[in-house]
């Protein structure tokens, strides 16, 4: 069955700051869709709604996956239902190796008993890791751990290889990327949607249309003001690229299309600050 | 024998230490193993590298010298039986050019409510090798009170890891003096703390001499209304040049109300040494249960692994599989992951 992601009305608020004006969206399986747009106007937030971060409270509006509410589950009842986000920054876990993560996520949507074994685990994960043309040592490190910006992102991707999504979200899996990287990254993306067809749907936030020499958009969104303002094919990017966002500012009459607060207070102390310093840094 | 000593057993040279008492000894040629009291002259010789000088002249000690430049293992157990309050001292020495592999255990076997004071020392000598692990797995009926004093001597390391997996309150002073020039010492320390129990240790390394390094690295897991405090601290004199001091203590809590203290102490009268000190105090990550359960994992998956993860470095150099094992099913029971 085609699977089936709609966004309907969605509205979504951080700290008491909407973000999300009411989005409306549609990605079904065999299609990619792009969102752009200039930065602060809501895009990383939509995908962050959408996989559950425990940070946006949802101001009306539903999300369905294959007619189930996706609001209603859990984080992680998201992911097994066939939801996967392609993290912009992915977190950095000590401790924790890549292949127990990995081989944990794929058992987590197996019946009990019905787990992958050790050898055909094995095998999936060299596959894909050559695919990426990433380092062998990888299975052994630590989860994103000393990762370099572009490790990350293709970790992302492997991740989504593994496990197999019916919608896959990319949130800014560009940037940050070489050249090199991008093709790569760019080239595993269609591969997965060449090979898994009517089976899996694809939503890719950038900002870059240099992503788009490599994956092939069916849809173009562009987002401003926590809404999509407006919808096309592959040319609509073209235009952006060419012309930036000015004529489309224009034609709609919005002189500032951000959402996103611009100054974020980064003010905390963490690890390997030292106390001290930090008590006399005013002083 | 009894069966617990059978399933903690991980090396041939084994001691049983019962009560304080010398109860069983197992080990070959290479150890020499003596229960004595200060002054008897068998001894006379280990306090020439005195270790401290308060002793108490009546309380038996019990002395396991490493007589040759061998590499060996050896096991000591700690058994307490019965509700009598528990003085035990204990004191390895390792031979010049030798290495040490040693396991120390603690258990008890009855329900009474007892107070336990141990001292252990070590002696590392010169161009010497110990591994040290200590494995503690006391009840809630068990108030210890541990100090470790140990002495490293030139080029010589010490490599200690201290799984506190007790569930009674435990009181450590552990203090490493690294004596002369090379002398290296590695600490790890883990304690998991629930209940309404307090655990403190004070871990101490103090640099008496030059180009001697230390790493002390400690975690603490504390739930319900448990309380832990770090104190770590490293001390470097002036005089005691290209020596390296690095400290990483990390405490997570599992309940809001759980207490932590982590005190992160640097004295260092010295300017051509490197050192830092690293301290975080928190809860889990949400950012990385975020991360995590997206990927389909339980939120009680997400936490097992995290606080695995956390414990990492400690687990990892639990050499002996059985005893990695052992940690790693008493961590999930205790804490319930």
């Known amino acids: 069955m085609k699977p089936v992601l709609k966004v309907n009305d969605l509205k979504a ?78 977190a950095e876990i000590p401790g924790v190796t890549n292949s127990d993560f990995l081989r944990s996520a794929m058992n987590s949507r197996k019946e009990e008993g019905q787990e992958m074994s050790l050898y055909k685990f094995i095998i999936a994960l060299d596959k894909a890791t050559t695919e990426l043309e990433m380092r ?69 936030i950038t ?77 | 024998m009894h069966n617990f000593i059978e399933e903690l057993k991980e090396y041939e040279n084994l001691l049983v230490i019962t009560n304080g008492q010398l109860t069983s000894k197992n080990v070959n040629d290479n150890f020499e ?37 061998t590499s060996e293992m050896i096991q000591i157990i700690f058994v307490y039986e019965g509700d009598q309050n528990v003085n035990e001292h204990l004191i390895v020495a390792s031979d010049k050019f030798s290495k040490l592999n040693v396991i120390e255990n603690r258990v008890n076997l009855n329900n009474d409510r007892i107070d336990v004071l141990t001292k252990v020392e070590v002696i590392v000598d010169d161009e010497s090798n110990i591994d040290y692990l200590v494995f503690n797995d006391l009840n809630t009926k068990v108030d210890a009170t541990i100090n470790r004093h140990t002495k490293v001597y030139r080029n010589a390391s010490y490599n200690c890891a201290f799984a506190e997996l007790s569930e009674g309150n435990t009181f450590g002073d552990y203090y490493t003096d690294l004596a002369a020039e090379g002398a290296v010492c590695d600490s790890k320390a883990v304690t998991i703390v629930k209940e309404d129990k ?36 490293g001390f470097i004199a002036k005089g005691y040049s290209q020596s390296k001091c690095f400290q990483d203590s990390k405490m997570l809590t599992l309940s809001p109300d759980a207490k932590t203290e982590c005190n992160p102490i640097l004295l260092i009268d010295e300017y051509d040494v490197e050192a830092n000190h690293a301290a975080a105090v928190g809860q889990l990550d949400e950012e990385s249960m975020y991360y995590l359960q997206s990927r389909g994992l339980s939120k009680k998956q997400c936490e097992k692994l995290l606080i695995y993860g956390f414990l990492m470095p400690v687990a990892e150099v639990i050499e002996s599989e059985e005893l990695k094992e052992k940690f790693i099913t008493n961590i999930t029971k205790k804490l319930n992951i």
């Not at chain 1, 994956?215 to 060419?242: C, T, Y």
């Open chain 1, 13 to 90: 608020s951080v700290e008491d700051v909407d973000i999300l004006k009411g989005v409306d969206l549609e990605i079904n399986g065999g299609e990619i869709h792009v969102i752009m747009g200039p930065n602060g106007t809501g895009k990383s937030t939509l995908s962050s709604v959408i996989m559950g971060h425990p940070k946006y409270t949802i101001g009306g509006g539903d999300v369905t996956l294959d007619g189930e509410d996706v609001l209603e589950m859990s984080v992680d009842e998201r992911s097994r239902a066939g939801l996967f986000l392609a993290m912009q920054y992915p």
């Open chain 1, 136 to 204: 062998s040592d990888l299975p052994h490190r630590f989860l994103n751990e000393g990762f370099s910006g572009g490790e990350k992102k293709r970790n992302e991707i492997l991740q989504m290889k593994l496990l197999n999504p019916k919608i896959a979200i990319l949130d800014e899996i560009d940037s940050g990327l070489d050249v090199d990287a991008l093709r790569i990254v760019g080239k595993n993306v269609m591969k997965m949607a060449e090979e898994r067809k009517e089976d899996v749907g694809f939503l890719v």
């Open chain 2, 33 to 69: 193993v003596v229960e004595a009291s200060q002054g008897d002259e068998r001894v006379g010789d280990y306090y020439k590298k005195a270790l401290k000088d308060d002793q108490n002249p009546s309380e038996k000690i019990i002395f396991v010298n490493q007589k040759q430049s």
């Open chain 1, 207 to 283: 900002h870059y249309q240099r992503l788009l020499d490599y994956i092939k958009p069916d849809f173009v969104h562009i987002m401003m003001q926590g809404r999509i303002v407006k919808s096309g094919g592959a040319e609509l990017a073209e235009r952006v690229e060419k012309d930036g966002y000015d004529w489309l500012k224009n034609e709609l009459g919005i002189t500032d299309e951000r959402v996103v607060p611009e100054k974020v207070n980064m003010n905390k102390t963490s690890l390997g600050t030292c106390a001290t310093g930090e008590m006399f840094k005013d002083a």
């Open chain 2, 198 to 233: 307090k655990q403190q240790f004070d871990i101490n390394i103090n640099h008496s001499a030059k180009h001697t390094v230390s790493h002390n690295l400690n975690r603490a897991v504390v739930d319900e209304k448990g309380s832990a405090v770090f104190n770590a601290i």
